[in-house]
């Protein structure tokens, strides 16, 4: 409490000398300017300027004899020679840039560009876009009756944000068939976690952003709801995420850390703000068979801290590819004229890893996603009009999970009905609305076959990344569960 407490009254002090007149005079007589006001709050915050401020003052004093009118960018070149993170921006550029920590009105979803045109990538919890039942992997390919399969992701999200209260109609394209809804845009509540049980046993949960307490107080709920579902198997996908709020992180790796008195991580200020502060796990975690960690060069600074943590502690098992590699930390500072001043203030460090600054994490097992393009030539005729039943073993099975696997619901595709292949099939249903069933009907066969014609010729990213953790995760599943759930909805360990 004492360091918080310092840090908390440091930038009270220097808030309150940035309101003061331009023009202050200080004690020593000398007329105080903007810049001096804002250079004070890199000095007193700043990690990499504690130990050394009077080179770059003196870099300062020179650079500003010749050019007087160019305070901001004489900012940021400081800034840049602290390090790559440190940066005064405009009110705009700082919406921009960290629009996750300040929210938007729009329909509430991420996007990403691909080859065939714009995706989404993630529907957030409680927004418009989760209420019409856009899902992950929809394509975008009209907004409001235009077409849209051309645009950019920028234009896309600029044509679904828009004044609060007004609609927008969305048709999207999903396993081929196009499916229309409309979206009232509203301010997006800023959370990034949502959740669905992807097997018997296995929970896929996404943190896209951890960039408020709500996401902390979302990924709690879904935890607290694991017992009830049985879960034996937990996936969390921290692909793309850009990291946010540390406090945060540290708490879902607590909850997910099993082992007592673990340390988690450690936070680095400078010594006049306190130095090194760890933390430690409460060893309460629910006791699962596996959890594997889904990372790519997108994850960073929190979310690297998030799986990092757990890496370091043994308790999940990280898939992907190399993540970004940010392990410092900023205090984001508003200015009395709208701008904003972002300075590094801390270091973060693994148990193990230490800080993986310009380095990143390297996944336990390092796999990249398939590029596949669809040739419906060679596939084998799909046969329609008779039904495929679990067990069953023929070439019709076979041309069944060849189309499944070009979907992404299979990893590879097999002549035997067995419960992987269960599970695409009901993945299928599920997202063409069929009545859900434990058999392949001719219907089901029939839009499948469908689905991938309309395919036909594109080449789009197999997930192969969370298939591999749900193989892995299916596994750990089928063994026996390591806690009783109790009537009240709490567990004991077995």
Known sequence: MKKLAKRIAALAMTAAMMTASAGAITQDGQSETWFDGVWALIDAFGLKAEHDPYVLQNYINKYLEKHPDEMYDVLNDILSLLDTHSMYLSSEEYSQGFSTLEGFVGIGVGLQETENGVQIAEVMRYSAAEEAGLQIGDLIVKINGEDATKLKNADVASKLRGEEGTSVKLTVRRYGRDITVTCERRQVNRVYVSNKTMADGVEYIKVSAIGSQNDWSAFSEIWDSLPSKNTRAVILDLRGNGGGLIDAALKMANVMTPVKDAELAGVRYRDDMGGLEQTYSTGNALPLGKIVVLVDGGTA????????????????????????????????????NGDKLVITTLELELPKQGCWEGVGLTPDIQLENRKVTVNTKDLKPLDTSTPLRFGDSSDAVYAMTERLSLLGLLTEATGRYDGDVADAVASFRAAYDLPAALYASPEMLSALDEAVTALNGQTYLVDDQLQSALEMCRLAAAKPQQYTVKSDGSWTKK
Do not use: R
Request: aromatic share 6%; no cysteine; hydrophobic share 35%.
């Open 301 to 336: 600074s929190a979310a690297e801290l998030l799986a990092g943590s757990l890496q370091d502690t043994g308790s999940a098992t990280l898939i992907g590819s190399k993540t970004y590699g940010k392990g410092q930390g900023q205090f984001h500072i508003d200015l009395v």
